[in-house]
């Protein structure tokens, strides 16, 4: 891993376009953007704060809004 992460978008967002894409990196460990603007603002989760936020939305995966 050289630093850069691999971003990606879940599964579950088909073609949408505004959603968040996800990359790993070897710290802060965990990283977030907005699909709509990746050259913006980008968030850091350590591996704890990371499991923390993915079981808070764990009751709502699936779910979409119109």
Do not use: I
């Amino acid at each position: 891993m050289d630093g850069s992460p691999q971003w990606f978008k879940s599964s579950y967002s088909g073609f949408a376009e505004n959603c968040v894409e996800v990359g790993f990196t070897r710290l802060p460990g965990t990283v977030v953007r907005d699909s709509r603007d990746r050259d913006g603002v980008t968030l850091g989760f350590g591996s704890r704060e990371w499991s923390g936020l993915v079981n808070l939305l764990v009751p709502w995966r699936g779910e979409r809004t119109q």
